[in-house]
């Protein structure tokens, strides 16, 4: 790669990627957006060429440029271009991906197995559950209907009730 890259606003970047790199390292986010723009097609391409769906391109090559980032102050220039670095970081991204993709791929495939099951009495004690949780707003809405006395005669009852 040459030293002529155009940058986002039109403008040419005259910096090598080790000083873009090294810029970005002590916090100049115009450097490291430079970067970000001039290497963000190929390492997409890479993504794209591994990864099963958008989000996981997505992914990788935020992770990747973020990584990239927090690294920069280890980067050392052994091309012209870093991107056999950023390639190297995207490709333990990936990986990182592809193994938590397995991992729980084989969870769900195990939990599928395990589908719980309830007794007659279990299923009669989720329904009534579902059922007063669906009752709630409705009760608590005549409650509010009721005086203060009402209130308090019922509440008397309820407790009488929970005692008996």
């Not at 990182?96 to 495939?109: A, D, K, N, V």
Request: hydrophobic share 40%; proline share 3%; aromatic share 6%.
């Amino acid at each position: 790669m040459g030293r002529h890259h155009a940058s986002h606003w039109g403008e040419m970047d005259e910096r090598t990627d080790a000083e873009l790199i090294a810029a970005a390292a002590d916090g100049d986010e115009d450097g490291f957006a430079a970067l970000f723009r001039r290497h963000v097609r190929p390492v997409t391409g890479f993504a794209v060429r591994r990864a099963s769906d958008a989000d996981a391109v997505a992914d990788i090559v935020s992770e990747t440029f973020l990584i990239a980032l927090r690294q920069a102050h280890r980067y050392r220039p052994e091309t012209p271009t870093a991107l056999p670095w950023l390639f190297g970081i995207a490709r333990r991204v990936w990986i990182g991906h592809h193994r938590s993709r397995q991992r729980i791929t084989r969870l769900i495939e195990k939990a599928a197995g395990q589908v719980p099951r309830f007794d007659e009495a279990e299923t009669d004690a989720v329904d009534a559950a579902i059922d007063a949780s669906r009752q709630r707003s409705h009760l608590e809405a005549a409650l509010d209907l009721l005086s203060d006395a009402e209130r308090d005669v019922r509440s008397e009852e309820h407790t009488s009730e929970l005692q008996s």
